[in-house]
C-alpha cells in the first residue's frame, strides 16, 4: 500500500526546494553564500535537487576571513568545479589592506564582526538581491524568529521588530532599490536534521567533520586549532588530541570536540547523544547574551 | 521517493516512521504559556546543557530558586526586558515518534496578525486555559483564530490544575464552559487535558495527581494525533512555480514543470487541465530530482513534464481535467489586516495567490469581527491594524481558487502594498 505521507526529512527537504525556487523566481539575482560548513553544503545539495536536471542557477560566494582551513578551500573549489558554478568571493583580508575594516586587537580578537562589512560590500558590489543562507532556526535564539524571506533595508540591517508576516507558504520578496534579501530555505531543520540528511543522501563533507588527530590548545572551554593565524599565549600548551569539528567557521575561532566519529553513521549517533548546542564552541557567540541578535541586526549572515 | 540502501537501517526505519507536526500555542502573560513549551522541551530532553546552564545562571540572578522554565523561550532583547513575546518564534523537538515545529505566538489582542500567522500552517493548536479562571475573552479569541485558519484539531490544556487541588469538578466546569463557547466554530477535534506545566503534570508524563483524568498526557496525544488525513487528496493542484530548461545536449528537449504540490495526487499519464489557458494535456513524467516516479502527491516537491509543448509558466496551474478549481475574479473572503497603515478605500494591492500575482481592490467591507465577543460590526467599515473582516475584493483578472476549509494552499492568498511593498493583509476564500 502506498502511504500518502512525507516523512518528516522529505517534508523539510520539499519545503527547501519549494523556497530555493521561490528566490529563482523571484529575484534577479541571487547567490549561494557559502561557508564550506555543512549547512552550506547541504543548501548547495538542495540547489542541486531543485533545478535538476538544469544546473544550479545561483553562484556561490563566499565570504572569506582570510583565516579559513585550507580542506575548506580545497572543498569549495572542488564543489565549485563540479557543479560548473561560479565562485564570488569577498575578502575580509582586502577589506582591512581597503582600510574598509579595522582588525580587531588583543588576545581574543577575530574577524568574525569584520564579515559583517564584507558581505554587505560584496552584495553591493555583484548587486545580489537576494542571498540564499544556510541559517537554521534552532540555532540561536535571535535566529528563532527569522523569516524566509527577510528583508534587508539599503544599510542591509535586520528589523527583528518590523518583520513582514509570512504565512502559509507565501513568501513576499518585493523591494526597493538598495534593498536586498536574505532567504533562509532550511530554517525549520535542527542540527540532527542536517546530520541524518546528509547521511541519508550520502553528501560529500570537508574531512574536518570527522575524528582526526590535530595539534590544538585549550582556550575558553574549547580545543582551538593551531594554525599560523593563531596567536599562541605563555601559558597555553600545545597538545594532539583525537577531535573533529561540529561546525566549520574562522579556524582562529571554531573549537573542535574531543571524539572518536570518523564515518557520517558515527556522527550522527554522537550527535544525537550530544548534550552542548554545536555553537557552543564558537568563540563568536560566548561575548554576550545577544551577540548573535546584534550582529544579525547589522547585516550579518 | 524511496530511501536508497547505503543508509544503514535503523537510521532508514527512524526516519521513514516519523512524520512532522507543526502546533501553535497562543497566550498571554500569565497563563503559562512559555513555561509549558520550556516544560516539553526540557522533559522531552531536547535543551542542551550549555542552554540549561544558562537559564539556571538567570534564575538565579533574579532571585528564583528553581530553575525559570518560560526562560527557556526567550527570544528578543526587547522581550526579555518587557517580560513578553512579541513576534512569532519557532522551536524545534523530536520524539522517537515526531519531529515538531512550535510556532510560539503572543496572544494578546494587540498580535492578533502574529496569532493568525503562527496558526497558518499549524496542524494543531494549543489552547491554555488558567483552571483559576476558566474560559475568558482571549480563549474565546485563539478558538476563533484557530477555527478560521481551518486548524483540524484543538487541544485544551486546563492549565494550573496545582492551584486548584486538581480539582476534577473545576475542570469538568472549563470542558463545559468551552464546549457551550465554541459549539458555533467550525472546530473538527477537540481534546480536554488537565495539566500543570509548572509541576509537570499531565504535560510529558501521566500526573498520580488527577487518577480521575483517564487519557493520555499532552506529549503523547500530539505524538499520536491522526493528521494525514487533514491533507486534501482529493483536488490535484499544481501550481507552476518555474519552468526547468536544461542548457545541455542530452536534456535540450527536457521542459520541465517546477512546483510542489498543493493538493491531490497526480500519476504519469493522466488527463490534465491547464489553466488559465484551458488547454488539455498528459502527464508525460514526473521526477523528483533523479527519480522518476510514477506518481506524486501533496507537499511533494516536483518537476512534471507534458505530452504537448504548450506554453506554461509562473502563475499557471495544472489540475486534473475532471477535477476543476473555481475562476473568480470577484471573490469573498475573510482578512485579517496586518498592518499599522489603515486599508485605504479602493486602493489596489499585489494579490499573492499561489505562484500568480493579479492586482486587487477592496471593493466592500461587509462586516468586521469583534475577536473577543466573536460579535459582528456591521457600521465599522474602516480596516484597521489586526482587525478581521469579511470583504468583497476584485482581481483584474481571474485567479483559479479553492474554497479555503477544502484547501489551506489553494484559498489562501496574501496582500501586498504596491507602495511600501509590505505584505499588509492575509486573506482566505469563503
Redo the contacts between chains.
Sequence with gaps: M?K????????????A??VL??V??QFENPVILFSGGKDSIVLTHLA????????VPFPLMHIDTGHNFPETIQFRDDLVESLGATLLVGSVQKAIDNKRVVEEKGKNATRNELQITTLLDAIEENKIDCAIGGGR??EE??R??ERFFSHRDDFGQWT??N????????F?G???QGEHFRAFPI??W?E??VW?YI??E?IQIPSLYFAHDREVVYRNGSWIPVSKYLVIQENEEIVIKQLRFRTLGDITITGGIESKADTL?KI?EEVSA????ER?NRADDKRS??SM?DRKKQGYF | ?E??K???KQ??NS??????LRFTTAGSVDDGKSTLIGRLLYDSKSI????IA?VEKTSKRKGLETVDLALFT?????EREQGIT???????F?TPK??F?IADTPGHVQYT??M??GA??ANVAIVLIDARHGVIEQTKRHSYIASLLQISHIIVCVNKMDLVDYSEEIFNDTVRQYEEMSSKMMIKDVRYIPISALKGDNVVNRSQNTPWYQNAPLLHTLETIHI?SD?N?VDARFPV??V?????E??RD?R?Y???IAGG?FRVGDDVRLLPSGFNSKIKTI????DYVD?A?????V?MTLEDDIDLS?GDMIVKRNNLPEKVQDLSAMICW?NDDSARPRAKY?L??T?NEPIAMIKEVEYKVDVNTLKRLEDDKEINMNDICKVKIRTTAPVMMDEYSRN??TG???L?DEST???VA?GMLI
Design positions: 502506498t500518502y505521507f512525507l516523512n518528516y526529512l522529505d517534508e523539510l527537504e520539499s519545503e526546494i519549494f525556487r521561490e529563482y523566481a542541486k535537487k531543485a533545478f535538476y536536471p538544469a544546473k532556526r534552532d535564539k535571535a528563532a524568529k527583528p521588530k518583520q513582514r508576516p509570512e504565512l502559509w507558504d507565501l513576499n518585493k523591494m526597493h530554517s525549520n535542527t540532527m536534521d541524518n547521511l541519508r550520502n553513521k550522527v550530544m548534550r552542548e548546542t557552543g547574551e545577544t541578535e | 521517493m530511501n536508497d547505503r543508509i544503514p537510521v532508514r526516519i521513514n516512521n516519523n512524520q512532522l542542551f546543557e550549555d542552554q544558562a526567550d527570544g528578543l532583547r526587547d512579541i513576534d512569532v518564534a519557532y522551536r524545534y523530536t515526531r519531529k515545529i496578525r502574529n493568525v500567522t497558518s500552517t494525514t491533507n487528496m512555480q518555474t526547468l530548461r536544461p542548457q545541455d542530452k536534456n527536457y520541465g517546477a512546483g510542489t495526487i521526477n523528483v530530482y533523479e506518481q502527491f501533496e507537499g511533494m516537491s518537476a509562473r496586518f499585489i499573492k495567490h505562484t489551506r494552499k489562501s492568498f496574501i501586498i511593498n509590505e505584505t492575509a
